[in-house]
């Protein structure tokens, strides 16, 4: 019953989704609609269990006095207050997400929007400052692959600028022609070369051509790049990764691979 | 400007700030700006789940067929709203792990449901949704006649991305030493990752700043602007 009956239910699901597929005609024709509605309903049951987890930690917490025990009382206080909001809204409008105009707005909405909103964008804005000193870290030019993953996203990050694309432009020729000269004169001195000619081409070509030019040649070298070598890539693994995931959902279906079953 | 939306401005500003903080180091306005946000994303998707899946893809769904059913004799609508019976009952099911572990393990039953769902669906929308669509927008023209007035620089691009596309999935394959002519193929691979990664990386650092440019903009425009608006107002 704990294994076995688990085991047949996710046969059946695997095998009757896959089947289900080939047959349009009704009752499987919507069979596949209806299971996805049936997914969502059992996550709004699972988000009882997060919630759960979520008050029973925090509490724990406060009542065992931990170091920075505040915080809960914060998260909690947060968590029951937006509740409260979202149940109060609903109530009164018959929707939480009671949006007329900022003017006219919901307590629920409210909450959305002055401090979910900002603390999302925010936090994602913040990633900014550690993308920039993580790539300090790994993109030190160290190695072939190092400077080539470095120059993509130094030409793509011009592409995508709005102002200051000459500048730029002659810092990636600088920095070209630095690797250049760093790999000539240490270890790879072909590579110094090619390195350092792309650099001194760039430098040459942003000298001589007209600031509006580069400006307007930069966005297709970026577009070029996304859509050319970064596709193929992308392509490439992204095949990889499909073909292994049918791979394990066959190996699922079948019964073979069981971890799910080892969390209860 | 109600005073509503000037405390919301001002709300905004100060957890805007209190993120922002942490570029100096991590502090305790930094924290309390992190917990509240853990706090109110949690109670944002319950309530969003509430009223979107469980009131008007569960409750009025059942609601609506069994009235059609009592009101027209439908008997689809007493299907339907039977059928809804079984995800709410796996649903409790899930629940079982509350009780402990005498009879938690009925919990298996529905994530067994899911991961069967999930796995059925792996096969089905992984082929077509992505193998099939990604290996058809790789087979493009290879050779493109210069006197045909076609563009010869698209040539070299889709030339490339078999190139790209080959070598990429050829580095991956490891059931072979990469040695002579995989490790020759495996090498262009890896060169083709690089760029790739690198772009995007490139395209991310440029959203995020675009982001970090809105907040700003935020900061600078809509909080102080819009209380001196508000003061002027008064």
């Not at chain 1, 998260?75 to 109060?88: D, E, N, P």
């Not at chain 1, 919901?106 to 959305?112: E, L």
């Not at chain 1, 995508?160 to 070209?176: D, H, R, S, W, Y």
């Amino acid at each position: 019953m704990k294994r076995r009956v688990p085991l047949i239910i996710t046969f059946l699901m695997g095998v009757l989704m896959v089947v289900t597929f080939f047959i349009p005609r009704e009752p499987f024709g919507s069979f596949e609609q209806r299971m996805l509605v049936w997914f969502s309903i059992l996550g709004g049951f699972t988000l009882l269990l997060g919630l759960d987890s979520l008050v029973k930690h925090h509490f724990r917490r406060i009542i065992r006095k931990r170091k920075d025990s505040f915080y809960s009382i914060v998260t909690l206080v947060s968590l029951f207050g937006t509740l409260a909001a979202g149940i109060v809204t609903w109530a009164k409008y018959g929707t939480p997400l009671e949006f007329a105009s900022l003017e006219q707005i919901g307590s629920f909405y409210w909450v959305y929007w002055w401090i979910m909103v900002p603390l999302q964008s925010t936090v994602f804005a913040l990633l900014a400052f550690f993308i920039a000193s993580a790539a300090y870290r790994a993109f030190r030019a160290r190695t072939f692959d190092a400077t080539l993953l470095l120059v993509a996203a130094i030409l793509v990050m011009i592409g995508k600028m709005t102002m200051g694309v000459v500048p730029a432009a002659l810092i990636l020729a600088v920095f070209l022609v630095a690797a250049g000269v760093y790999r000539f004169f240490v270890r790879e001195p072909v590579l110094g070369i090619i390195f350092g000619s792309i650099g001194v081409a760039l430098g040459v070509l942003v000298i001589i051509f007209p600031a509006a030019k580069i400006a307007q040649i930069a966005p297709q070298v970026q577009e070029w790049i996304m859509s050319v070598p970064q596709m193929a890539a992308r392509r490439g693994i992204l095949i990889g990764v499909t073909l292994g995931a049918v791979a394990m959902s066959i190996r699922i279906i079948l019964g073979i691979e069981r971890t799910y079953l080892s969390s209860t | 400007m109600s005073f509503a939306n000037l405390l919301g401005l001002w709300v905004a500003a100060t957890l805007t700030i209190a993120i922002l903080s942490f570029l100096y180091r991590d502090n305790p306005l930094y924290k309390f700006a992190e917990h509240v946000y853990v706090g109110v994303s949690a109670a944002y998707f319950i309530i969003y789940s509430a009223k979107f899946t469980m009131e008007l893809q569960l409750i009025n769904e059942f609601k609506s067929n069994l009235e059609a059913y009592l009101q027209q004799g439908s008997t689809s609508g007493l299907v339907e709203a039977l059928l809804l019976i079984i995800p709410t009952i796996l649903g409790i099911l899930m629940l079982t792990r509350w009780v402990g572990p005498k009879i938690g393990w009925i919990s298996r039953w529905p994530i067994a449901f899911t991961i069967g769902l999930g796995a059925g669906l792996g096969i089905t929308g992984g082929i077509q949704g992505v193998l099939l669509p990604q290996v058809q927008a790789t087979i493009e023209p290879l050779w493109v006649s210069p006197f045909s007035g076609a563009n010869l620089w698209a040539a070299v691009g889709s030339l490339l991305m078999i190139l790209g596309v080959v070598s990429t999935l050829i580095y991956f394959y490891f059931s072979r030493p990469h040695r002579g002519f995989i490790g020759v193929v495996s090498r262009i691979g890896i060169i083709f990752i690089m760029v790739s990664f690198g772009a995007a990386f490139g395209a991310t650092v440029m959203a995020r700043v675009s982001l970090l440019i809105g907040r700003l903009y935020f900061l600078v425009n809509e909080w102080i602007g819009g209380t001196i608006d508000f003061i002027q107002a008064l």
